[in-house]
């Protein structure tokens, strides 16, 4: 799999965007970019994943460089509620099913500063 | 609310005891994984079920017993446990082969405590 880098932590103002850096220069040709986020105490959530293109859903927008070894996570209005560890993963495909092999690495802690 | 329950969310249990983890989907995927997360360290995947068939085993340790009945349910026997086997436990489900690419959806955790 793919390995990814994160910055450890980040601030962001209530209202303002979050742009959440993540580097993948390992990455192959058909692997996709998945980002999801876990509350404290709470399981993993999905939030957006990607191949080439930009991304954009109700939650957030997928940057994607043109090289595809880095991306950036969007959240466009920022709320306390998106105080989270975000985790940039590259999915692996593990099994004839295609059953995905997610390495979560340590994320990013994001904090919504009111 | 993710369609992904787990029960108990928290469980004390001591090293001699056998205890069950259980986790349910309604969300018609075929596809289940087990995840532990340990304090302070990244969610690490144990096993994943394809349509009720075991097709990963991450090098998990025997006390810990899976068990998929149908799509729908996955279990998580536990017995002889060590203090370190003490973390957040999630299940997770998603559909199958899909190309271009699916989300998985976790349950809230079981947070386990080997006493």
């Known amino acids: 799999d793919a390995k990814t880098t994160q910055p450890t932590s980040m601030d962001c103002a209530e209202g303002r965007a979050a742009n959440l850096p993540c580097n993948h220069s390992?990455?192959?040709?058909?692997?996709?970019v998945y980002w999801y986020r876990q509350i404290h105490s709470q399981g993993p959530q999905y939030i957006i994943h990607?191949?080439?293109n930009n991304e954009t859903n109700e939650m957030a927008s997928l940057i994607i460089t043109e090289d595809r070894k880095s991306s950036t996570l969007i959240l466009p209005h920022a709320t306390l509620r998106d105080t989270a560890v975000y985790y940039c993963?590259?999915?692996?495909?593990?099994?004839?099913?295609?059953?995905?092999?997610?390495?979560f690495g340590t994320g990013t802690r994001l904090t919504i500063i009111p | 609310e993710t369609g992904v329950t787990q029960t108990p969310r928290h469980l004390v249990m001591g090293m001699t005891n056998k205890k069950s983890l259980k986790c349910e989907q309604h969300?018609?995927?075929?596809?289940m994984y087990w995840y532990k997360q340990s304090a302070k360290k990244p969610l690490e995947l144990m096993f994943v079920?394809?349509?009720?068939?075991?097709?990963e085993n991450n090098s998990v340790p025997s006390r810990f017993s899976p068990e998929c009945p149908n799509s729908s349910h996955l279990f998580l026997h536990l017995h002889t446990l060590q203090p370190e086997d003490s973390a957040l436990y999630l299940c997770?489900?998603?559909?199958?082969?899909?190309?271009?690419?699916?989300?998985?959806?976790f349950g809230p955790g079981t947070r386990l405590t080997v006493t």
């Open positions: 079920y394809n349509f009720k068939e075991q097709t």
């Open positions: 993963i590259v999915r692996g495909i593990i099994s004839n099913f295609g059953n995905e092999k997610l390495t």
């Open positions: 997770a489900s998603s559909q199958e082969w899909a190309h271009s690419g699916y989300e998985q959806y």
């Open positions: 390992t990455i192959s040709g058909n692997e996709y």
């Open positions: 990607g191949l080439k």
């Open positions: 969300l018609g995927h075929n596809a």
